[in-house]
């Protein structure tokens, strides 16, 4: 990957996590993207768009699969919960940012993280074998190899923002 060093510039303002009390986390993900989306139909296909081409000019293609899926899966979710709610000021949007960095291993990572307006915490469900939904948070759980929670921020950001690390290519189980 390429060696880039932090950069002071701030991208839109990326709602806090409630235990990252270092002010300059961000510093070990010199590597950012920012993309707000209308929250549609065709937004998580956009999305997915946007993350492999962004991970191919940070030359993380081999994170790209997981990196994409883990997007596809979130945004989808943020638009379905976004669609469910009546909103009387019109349909907020959804958020995505894609921070990329040399990773502990030096092999690269990515930490996706995905904002909407609605204030609930998603729970990983139980699909059985032949349910046609309820895979997504279990996808976002293995392709993560766990690394990923949701929190509400507090005011002025509201909504809530689900993240997840990828560290590890994905790797077709055959
Ligand atoms: N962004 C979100 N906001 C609110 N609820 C969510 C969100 N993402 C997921 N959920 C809840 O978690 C459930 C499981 O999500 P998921 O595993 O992706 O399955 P599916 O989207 O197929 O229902 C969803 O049905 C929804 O109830
Ligand atoms: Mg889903």
Request: no cysteine.
């Amino acid at each position: 990957m390429h060696a880039t060093n932090a950069h002071p510039l701030i991208s839109p303002v990326i709602p806090p996590h409630p235990s990252l009390t270092h002010a300059n986390w961000l510093a070990s993900f010199p590597l950012r993207s920012f993309l707000e989306l209308g929250a549609y139909e065709n937004a998580a296909g956009s999305a997915r768009g946007h993350a492999r081409n962004v991970l191919a000019e940070w030359r993380l293609d081999d994170l790209s699969d997981a990196v994409v899926h883990v997007v596809s899966e979130l945004i989808a979710n943020s638009v379905n919960a976004t669609g469910k709610v009546r909103w009387a000021a019109g349909l907020p949007p959804v958020r995505l940012w894609l921070l990329g960095g040399a990773g502990s291993a030096g092999t690269g990572e990515v930490l996706v993280l995905v904002w909407d307006a609605v204030r609930e915490i998603p729970r990983l469900g139980v699909a059985g074998p032949l349910d046609e939904s309820g895979r997504g948070l279990g996808i976002v759980h293995a392709l993560s190899g766990r690394q990923w929670d949701t929190w509400l921020p507090s005011a002025p950001y509201g909504g809530k923002v689900t993240r997840a690390l990828v560290d590890h290519p994905w790797r077709d189980p055959e």
